[in-house]
T-cell receptor, first 117, second 109 residues
Framework: NAGVTQTPKFQVLKTGQSMTLQCAQD?????MSWYRQDPGMGLRLIHY???????DQGEVPNGYNVSRSTTEDFPLRLLSAAPSQTSVYFC????????????????FGSGTQLSVL | GIQVEQSPPDLILQEGANSTLRCNFS?????LQWFHQNPWGQLINLFY???GTKQNGRLSATTVATERYSLLYISSSQTTDSGVYFC???????????FGDGTTLTVKP
């Protein structure tokens, strides 16, 4: 069981370049989300999805696009990279636990360290 | 949106000491989770604890939902406990969590 898989782990871009961060989960979770973490700060929500074909903006969506064509995949696209987008990006998946008592609800990938020069 | 405040922002301990980390949140929540971010940046789940008390070895957590706070207790701290501890809350089950800014814990040998 791989959990949440993010690629690449590291990326360096020049200002104005575009790229896609990949995220896949194999737990059949309904919800997926993207966060960014800047130095000394907590994670901030970029975009999230409550199911295939449904996405919505989080706290810091500008400069990013997402789509959710399948339950498993939730790619994050940087349209025209800017130095302000230098950050560590985390993808997460989660589910509705209902009345179940569980030990973990939000599952994270290992992160992508992105530098924009 | 919901606000999450964690305290203290930084904590330095000698190995073997105990500590309490606090997470306050501004509105009612359905979900609350504590994470440890290790020095390699990996986020490790500690507890899913929207209410009540849980224990796992030297760590325990308590959430008092009606008073909008959660506490993480670390007993007999070890150097491997060093890192950043985050509290994340969610108002509804929609995969949309809000994080605090974390508590940076340094345990010295």
């Amino acid at each position: 069981n791989a959990g949440v898989t993010q690629t690449p782990k590291f990326q360096v871009l020049k200002t104005g370049q575009s790229m896609t961060l990949q995220c896949a989960q194999d737990m059949n979770h309904e919800y997926m989300s993207w966060y960014r973490q800047d130095p000394g700060m907590g994670l901030r929500l970029i975009h999230y999805s409550v199911g295939a074909g449904i996405t919505d903006q989080g706290e810091v969506p500008n400069g990013y696009n997402v789509s959710r064509s399948t339950t498993e995949d939730f790619p994050l696209r940087l349209l025209s990279a800017a130095p302000s987008q230098t950050s560590v990006y985390f993808c997460a998946s989660s589910y509705d636990p209902g009345d179940r008592v569980n030990t973990e609800k939000l599952f994270f990938g290992s992160g992508t360290q992105l530098s924009v020069l | 949106g919901i606000q999450v405040e964690q305290s203290p922002p930084d904590l330095i301990l000698q190995e073997g000491a105990n500590s309490t980390l606090r997470c306050n949140f501004s509105d009612s929540v359905n979900n609350l989770q504590w994470f440890h971010q290790n020095p390699w940046g990996q986020l490790i789940n500690l507890f899913y604890i929207p209410s009540g008390t849980k224990q796992n070895g030297r760590l325990s957590a308590t959430t008092v939902a009606t008073e909008r706070y959660s506490l993480l207790y670390i007993s007999s701290s070890q150097t491997t406990d060093s890192g950043v501890y985050f509290c994340a809350v969610e108002r509804a089950n929609a995969g949309k969590s809000t994080f605090g800014d974390g508590t940076t814990l340094t345990v010295k040998p």
